[in-house]
């Protein structure tokens, strides 16, 4: 047994006008960031159409830097539609096609002649389920950028981007295993890790924790949290209370049309529009 | 799960109101006691008080329950703070109202004219105002908080003449500075009761705006 008398408390050293209770530090975290007017992404009456069906309408949205902004919205909203005509994704969705206007640093990214491949260096993306390549750890990492022609060390590259995904101590020994070998949480984390290799200004982020439990999830919102500082990260979740705590903005989405964007601690405590405050209470429909 | 915590709000709702009208109705006994020297009433109001306290803490477990099983967010997160807060200033004038009451054997109406007669009007004024409170947080009105908000004035300049007109006449009777004394708790605890019937009115404010109105000038 250990008699609490063997270490007794240390008396405060401390002034005598020394004020009485001590204000615990805390990490600091984005929200305490001078607000941002600088603008990375901005779209201006973007509607997004499969065929002949919109699912985005005229949706108008500006994204600050260094700032999460997260999508909400029931399901066939056109969040993740939304999400991904920011880096051009939905090229690949065939009928897909896109008006109105949507800018990234002030240049036009629909644009007859815009380089959608750079465009996709510069606006990673990280999907709903983790989706790591069938290979080793590190080549996971180093792939896009080898491919990419990087001239740096790899090696450090590699070692930069897991410390950045808060996933190098747990793998650092073990980087040429296969990342199948990672569990669910790691893997996400990893596919973070492969974006930041690719050393991109803006991280779209499409349910990243939707298939984690909520160890894993608390863990990849701590690192949304720390990333936001050097990224500017747009997020689409399901999940409103992962809204709440992770983003600085939130927009929220109903039937393709963008119906309130606003601060997150406005939409989450008197959203302005009627719908918003249907949907965030659950009595929506 | 949704219907079913709004039914678990309405019910929590209701409940909060029972509670602000056996508040309200403990105040109006309060003032009977004192301005009809009725110590049965006064007893009354006394035993009520713990009702009121055993509901405040019941009221007070329901809303921390109901926070941490649903993580309320928008008018739902709104509704349920300002029950708390409703809750917490509801159980005050209660005590202000035992205060009160507890007064009712001491005060003396034939020795103590003038101020006993601002005492008169004042009780009456605060109970029209905790009952307009209590009307606002039932119907969730903005209209009716506000006319509660512009009559604190009333009660305070009625109270702050009660002072002067002590202090006059102790300083010609200092035998009297017993009864002066207990006519000042009265008047203290009304004005204390006004005091929480405006706060209730700015959480309905709150509630249906989401605008905090506290400590601006009327």
Known sequence: MVNVM??????????????LMRIPTRRPSAKDLPPSSELVI???????????FAAVHDASLEIPAHRVTAIIG???CGKSTLLRAMNRMNDFVPNASAEGSLFYRGDDIYRPGFDAVELRRRIGMVFQKPNPFPKSIYKNVAWGAAINGYQGNLEELVERALQKAALWEEVKDKLHESAYALSGGQQQRLCIARAIALQPEVLLMDEPCSALDPIATARIEDLIDKLKSQYTVVLVTHNMQQAAR??????????GELIEVNDTNVIFTKPGNRRTQDYITGRFG | MTAHFVDLLDDLRRRSLRMAGLVEEVVKQACEAVFQADPEMAKRVVQRDADVDAEEVEVECEVIRLLALYQPVGSDLRLLCTVLKVNNDLERIADCAVNVAERAKHVDARTLVGPYEDL?????????MLHNAVKAYGSQAVN????VLSEEDA???LY??????????ASASPAKIASFLDVLSVAKNLERIADHATNIAEDVVFVCTGEIVRHRTH
């Open chain 1, 6 to 19: 063997d270490n007794p408390p240390t008396p405060p050293t401390d002034a005598p006008d020394a004020p």
């Open chain 2, 144 to 147: 009716d908080a506000e006319k």
């Open chain 2, 155 to 157: 009660v305070d300049a």
């Open chain 1, 246 to 255: 992770v983003s600085d903005r939130t927009a929220f989405m109903y039937l």
């Open chain 2, 160 to 169: 702050g003449q009660i002072i002067r007109r002590l202090v006059a006449e």
């Open chain 1, 74 to 76: 029931p399901s066939g």
């Open chain 2, 120 to 128: 008169r009007q004042m009780g009456p004024l605060v109970e029209h």
């Open chain 1, 42 to 52: 901005r779209a201006e009456r973007l509607t997004i159409r499969y065929g002949s």
